[in-house]
Nanobody
Framework: QVQLVESGGGLVPAGDSLRLSCAVSERTFSIYGMGWFRQAPGKEREFVAAISWIDSSTLYADSVKGRFTLSRDNAKNTVYLEMNSLKPEDTAVYYC????????????????????WGQGTQVTVSE
């Protein structure tokens, strides 16, 4: 069974940076990728970024491309989302997710490709 724990959220002014972490409770070869999604009040959950567990290929939403960076620490069994140049529109609850199926590049950005989810961490960016 896979459990995910997010951390690193907080309240920051626009232009600042945050680093989110997602720790996987167990080492498992059944995970083929990790993703980050976010949900703001009154909005649908949207894709942010994803990384393949196999070859470290990445996919980013257009809204965060060039500002956010995914990375992976195999030794700590943790993935990170480095968020730079934060904007008020980045305010949301950020969720880490694990994928246990092989998918296409497009599928990496689909929430239905992911089967295990963390509880979320709040990111608030003031103006």
């Amino acid at each position: 069974q896979v459990q995910l724990v997010e951390s690193g959220g907080g309240l920051v002014p626009a232009g600042d940076s945050l680093r989110l972490s997602c720790a996987v409770s167990e080492r498992t070869f059944s995970i083929y990728g990790m993703g980050w999604f976010r949900q703001a009040p009154g909005k649908e959950r949207e894709f942010v970024a994803a990384i393949s567990w196999i070859d470290s290929s990445t996919l980013y939403a257009d809204s965060v491309k060039g500002r956010f960076t995914l990375s992976r620490d195999n030794a700590k069994n943790t993935v990170y989302l480095e968020m730079n140049s934060l904007k008020p529109e980045d305010t949301a609850v950020y969720y880490c997710a694990a994928r246990i199926v092989i998918t296409t590049k497009q599928g990496m950005g689909n929430s239905r490709s992911y089967h295990y989810w963390g509880q979320g961490t709040q990111v608030t960016v003031s103006e």
